[in-house]
Nanobody
Framework: VHLVESGGGLVQAGGSLRLSCAAS????????MGWYRQAPGKQRDLVAT????????FYVDSVKGRFTISRDNAKNMMYLQMISLKPEDTAVYYC?????????WGQGTQVTVSS
């Protein structure tokens, strides 16, 4: 499975961004997908996950009510709509796919929120 993120950028606090993740390869084997982020000098942390059918989602507390994860399986795409962005949301955001007990990662996309 190959994952490519896009949509990152520089935005002012309170602004919005929509991240996209394009999946290719054995996408039919994907069990679940998610978004993670890694701020400078910190570990990579989970942001949100979504099941294969999109029926179940999970968000960490810090993004609940502000971020929305979604999937379009027909297009092999996953999205992260982010609103009310805060400076602490600044990080590299990574797309993740869980396939046959193995994690696949994209290259990441930088999100910078200025105060």
């Amino acid at each position: 499975v190959h994952l490519v993120e896009s949509g990152g950028g520089l935005v002012q606090a309170g602004g919005s961004l929509r991240l996209s993740c394009a999946a290719s390869g054995s996408t039919f084997s994907i069990t679940s997908m998610g978004w993670y982020r890694q701020a400078p000098g910190k570990q990579r942390d989970l942001v949100a996950t979504i099941t294969n059918g999109g029926g179940s989602t999970f968000y960490v507390d810090s993004v609940k009510g502000r971020f929305t994860i979604s999937r379009d399986n027909a297009k092999n795409m996953m999205y992260l709509q982010m609103i009310s962005l805060k400076p602490e949301d600044t990080a590299v955001y990574y797309c993740n796919a869980y396939v046959r007990a193995r994690d696949y990662w994209g290259q990441g996309t930088q999100v910078t929120v200025s105060s």
